[in-house]
Structures are given as C-alpha cells and as structure tokens.
C-alpha cells in the first residue's frame, strides 16, 4: 500500500504498527524514530523497521505514510520537526487518544502539500515500550479517523484502508465529537481508576497492606487502568480538559444522587440504576466488544 511509511514514536501502538504492517505487507519499507538512544536500540534488536534514527525529520524524509505515535502533547513539536522534509501528497496521520488538539497542533506546523488525517485506534493495553506490541492489537477494534473538512476524500479513503487491513472497523467523524464520546467512554474511567487507586495507597500502612492482600475482582481491576502509562494519560487530560471536565460535572451530580440514596436507605433507587447498567454491560458483550467468560475473560492460575 505506501513505499515508505515512518512511525515517529516505537512504544506500543507503534510497534504493533510495524508488526501488522510486515505482517499484511502494507509497507516496502519502514523507518522508525524515537527520542531516547534506549528505546530506539530496542526497536533495532526486536529489528521492527528497516532503517532507524533519533531525528524524526530523517524518518519521515520521502515517507508516503508518517504516523505520529507519541504521547499527544508531543505532536507540535514533532510536526515542527517534519514538516521541512514531508513529500508533496504524504499521508501524516496520528494514533493519539485526544483529537481536536492534534489537529491545533499540527494543521499550522505542515505544509498545505500533505494530507494531515488524526486518527484514534481504540485498542490498547496497561503496557507500554516496543516490546509490548503485538500484530493482532488492532483485530475487531475500531479506529476512528478524524479528518476536518479540507481533507482530501482519496486520502482518507487510502488511510481507511490501511487501517482495515491492520482488521480494525473504521468510523469517521469530527475531532470535537471524538473528543467528546471518548470522554465519558476512556477518560472519566481511567480518572476513576487513578483516584480510586490513589485514596487506597493513601490509607494508613496497616489498611494499605490489607487491600492489597485482599483485593476482590473490583479495586483488582481498577489497578490494571491504573498501571496505564503516566506519561500519556497526563497528556489526555491536559488536552481534552473541557470535555473531562464537562462528563466530571455530569459523574459528581449523579454520584451525590446515589450518596443521598444510600444515606436515606432507597433502595429502590439503587436496585433500579443496577439493573439499567446491567443491561448496558449485555449490549456491550452483544455486540463483540467484550467477552461474556466470568471474570472478565481472565484464566486461572492453571491455565495461563
Ligand atoms: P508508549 O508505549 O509509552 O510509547 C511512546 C513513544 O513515544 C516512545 O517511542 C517514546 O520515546 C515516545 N515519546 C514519549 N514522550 C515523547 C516526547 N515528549 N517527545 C517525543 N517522543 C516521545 O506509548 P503508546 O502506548 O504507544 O501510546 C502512543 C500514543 O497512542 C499516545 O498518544 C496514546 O494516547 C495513543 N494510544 C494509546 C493506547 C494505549 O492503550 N496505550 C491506545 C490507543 C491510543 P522514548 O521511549 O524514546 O522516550
């Protein structure tokens, strides 16, 4: 599909990049760049590209596809960087979970000659560096590609096409409404998970210990959100801040509304908000974007 594609950033979402990418035949060749001297001699000795180097500049020189794979607020500086050396009629695109602010960032820093296409793989996990990535990361997931209304329809179709060979289902729509459902859908969560984590460390020694020890499937499973790279997810919320802060007002209403039931013993109320979210969690197993296997998919012991 592109002759040369250069993925600027070789954590996980990059590395699994190249992993599909040799995997599907999508690139001739492939030419990766980070910051540290660390991350990039990892890359070469899991040999994830071809060529290699510690200028972003150097990668993206001559690539028909840039893909930016770093923590959002980097963007600026890396389209700074790039933007002297993109070929007329490249691809640059993102993986980055905020959108409006790549789009801010970058859009002034590229030259008018490049199709600039963001774009938000909703696939993860809590690890992070190049030897976290996997081919099969993006399989069943859904990419959602956040072109404003300048894009050129063909490269966005090709940029489709790309992402649906990585198996992904893609959606189009605006970097505002990502924004938005990717809020109360990712974001307010993983606040929950940090909080919830953080006033659990916060307890006296004893109790700390104990929770540990005894963690039941609830707090077990916010610490996995909570292991997420620091990094990134400060980003996240220094970028998408009016959106977080909206579905935060919208989450503490309904959280005081739930303290008062409790207070008031209402358990009507309660009773009733279970069973609605139970429904939710069903609709979501329907439609294949979670597995119905009780704890949550997890094996025993035994059978890892
Ligand atoms: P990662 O594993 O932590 O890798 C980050 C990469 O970006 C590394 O190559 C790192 O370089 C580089 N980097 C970090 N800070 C940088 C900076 N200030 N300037 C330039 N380069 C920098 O991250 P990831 O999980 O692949 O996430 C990358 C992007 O994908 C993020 O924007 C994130 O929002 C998005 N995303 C992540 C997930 C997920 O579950 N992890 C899912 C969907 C989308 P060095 O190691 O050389 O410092």
Same mark, same amino acid.
Request: aromatic letters at 6%.
């Given at each position: 599909?592109?002759?040369?594609?250069?993925?600027?950033?070789?954590?996980?979402?990059?590395?699994?990049?190249?992993?599909?990418?040799?995997?599907?035949?999508?690139?001739?060749?492939?030419?990766?760049?980070?910051?540290?001297?660390?991350?990039?001699?990892?890359?070469?000795?899991?040999?994830?590209?071809?060529?290699?180097?510690?200028?972003?500049?150097?990668?993206?020189?001559?690539?028909?596809?840039?893909?930016?794979?770093?923590?959002?607020?980097?963007?600026?500086?890396?389209?700074?960087?790039?933007?002297?050396?993109?070929?007329?009629?490249?691809?640059?695109?993102?993986?980055?979970?905020?959108?409006?602010?790549?789009?801010?960032?970058?859009?002034?820093?590229?030259?008018?000659?490049?199709?600039?296409?963001?774009?938000?793989?909703?696939?993860?996990?809590?690890?992070?560096?190049?030897?976290?990535?996997?081919?099969?990361?993006?399989?069943?997931?859904?990419?959602?590609?956040?072109?404003?209304?300048?894009?050129?329809?063909?490269?966005?179709?090709?940029?489709?096409?790309?992402?649906?060979?990585?198996?992904?289902?893609?959606?189009?729509?605006?970097?505002?409404?990502?924004?938005?459902?990717?809020?109360?859908?990712?974001?307010?969560?993983?606040?929950?998970?940090?909080?919830?984590?953080?006033?659990?460390?916060?307890?006296?020694?004893?109790?700390?210990?104990?929770?540990?020890? !005894? #963690?039941?499937?609830?707090?077990?499973?916010?610490?996995? &959100?909570?292991?997420? /790279?620091?990094? =990134?997810?400060? *980003?996240? +919320?220094?970028?998408?801040?009016?959106?977080?802060?909206?579905?935060?007002?919208? !989450? #503490?209403?309904?959280?005081?509304?739930?303290?008062?039931? &409790?207070?008031?013993? /209402?358990?009507? =109320?309660?009773? *009733?908000? +279970?069973?609605?979210?139970?429904?939710?969690?069903?609709?979501?197993?329907?439609?294949?974007?979670?597995?119905?296997?009780?704890?949550?998919?997890?094996?025993?012991?035994?059978?890892?």
């Amino acid at each position: 599909m592109f002759n040369r594609v250069a993925l600027v950033g070789i954590g996980l979402i990059g590395s699994s990049l190249s992993h599909v990418m040799r995997r599907e035949g999508l690139a001739q060749e492939i030419a990766i760049s980070t910051r540290s001297p660390e991350t990039l001699e990892r890359a070469r000795k899991l040999n994830l590209g071809n060529e290699y180097f510690l200028d972003a500049a150097e990668a993206a020189r001559g690539a028909d596809l840039v893909i930016v794979c770093t923590p959002v607020g980097a963007c600026e500086h890396v389209a700074k960087t790039i933007a002297p050396v993109l070929a007329e009629g490249a691809i640059v695109s993102d993986v980055g979970s905020v959108k409006q602010t790549v789009l801010d960032q970058m859009k002034p820093n590229l030259p008018e000659t490049v199709h600039l296409i963001p774009g938000h793989p909703i696939a993860g996990t809590e690890f992070s560096g190049p030897d976290s990535g996997f081919a099969s990361l993006f399989e069943e997931r859904w990419c959602i590609l956040t072109p404003d209304e300048n894009s050129d329809p063909e490269a966005v179709k090709k940029l489709q096409r790309f992402w649906e060979k990585c198996g992904s289902d893609v959606e189009i729509m605006t970097a505002r409404h990502h924004d938005l459902v990717l809020a109360i859908t990712s974001h307010l969560p993983h606040l929950i998970a940090y909080n919830i984590v953080g006033t659990a460390n916060d307890l006296e020694t004893e109790t700390r210990s104990e929770v540990i020890k !005894f #963690s039941a499937s609830g707090f077990r499973d916010f610490t996995r &959100i909570a292991a997420s /790279d620091p990094t =990134m997810w400060r *980003d996240i +919320f220094l970028h998408n801040k009016d959106a977080v802060l909206e579905t935060l007002g919208r !989450f #503490s209403e309904d959280l005081s509304s739930l303290r008062r039931a &409790i207070r008031k013993g /209402d358990g009507e =109320m309660l009773f *009733d908000l +279970f069973t609605r979210t139970r429904d939710i969690r069903r609709s979501i197993v329907e439609i294949g974007q979670d597995t119905e296997a009780p704890n949550f998919g997890r094996y025993s012991k035994d059978e890892q």
